[in-house]
């Protein structure tokens, strides 16, 4: 069965560094998401992206995230300074269509730790 | 504002009792009703699913009705085994995204 796959599954840097948390979704999804969960709170939604743009952000997804699709099977989410409250994990997921109904598929997520 | 609310965990059952994990809902129109299992060391599985008010979503034994006029959307499970314990999220889906609740963690003792 087709799978959504992050690398990589722990990252732990630096304060002020940059990260880049990676995704393959789906192969024949058109819709990807990022999703994050600091521990012990919900998991909440970062940016939606279809057709090379972003459809939706949060009030999280602030300037220094930003996401991409660099070829045609990477999903990429950009953490361009990180800080300590950025520690969470990170899920991406993918769907067929961006309807409500229908299902998201996610990955079994990227744990950052920033010291 | 969109959201929604499960039981507090963690949840300890022994194999083969009657789960229930509350789910509770607030939400603008009628969105598609989720619940995902999050097993250890994975991602979210979605367990099941709910497009309209009345639908009842099942999968490996686990059940749960879209409840208009409650705005619910309960987990059960006749008879729960080890391999179940997990943490459930139940969620809403408003235009594409999804909006969890806080994830409920169930622990089943042989």
């Known amino acids: 069965e087709p799978e959504v796959t992050q690398t990589p599954s722990h990252q732990v840097t630096q304060m002020g560094q940059e990260v880049i948390l990676r995704c393959v979704p789906i192969s024949n999804h058109l819709y990807f998401y990022w999703y994050r969960q600091i521990l012990g709170q919900k998991v909440e939604f970062l940016v939606s992206?279809?057709?090379?743009?972003?459809?939706?952000k949060s009030e999280i997804f602030d300037d220094q995230f930003s996401v991409e699709r660099p070829d045609g099977s990477n999903f990429t989410l950009k953490i361009r300074s990180t800080k300590l409250e950025d520690s969470a994990m990170y899920f991406c997921?993918?769907?067929?269509?961006?309807?409500?109904?229908?299902?998201?598929?996610f990955g079994p997520g990227t744990r950052l730790t920033v010291l | 504002g969109n959201s929604v609310t499960q039981m507090e965990g963690p949840v300890t059952l022994s194999e083969e009792a009657f789960l229930t994990i509350n789910c509770t809902y607030t939400a603008t129109g009628y969105p598609s009703l989720f619940w995902y299992v999050q097993y250890p060391g994975e991602g979210l599985q979605l367990l099941l699913k709910?497009?309209?008010?009345?639908d009842k979503g099942s999968n490996k034994g686990f059940e749960a009705t879209y409840r208009k006029e409650t705005t619910s959307f309960h987990l059960e499970k006749g008879s729960v085994q080890v391999s179940d314990s997990a943490v459930y999220f139940c969620?809403?889906?408003?235009?594409?995204?999804?909006?969890f609740g806080q994830g409920t963690e169930l622990s089943v003792k042989p």
């Open positions: 997921a993918s769907s067929e269509v961006a309807s409500g109904t229908d299902t998201q598929y």
């Open positions: 709910a497009t309209k008010a009345d």
């Open positions: 969620a809403l889906s408003r235009g594409g995204k999804l909006i």
């Open positions: 992206f279809y057709n090379n743009e972003i459809s939706e």
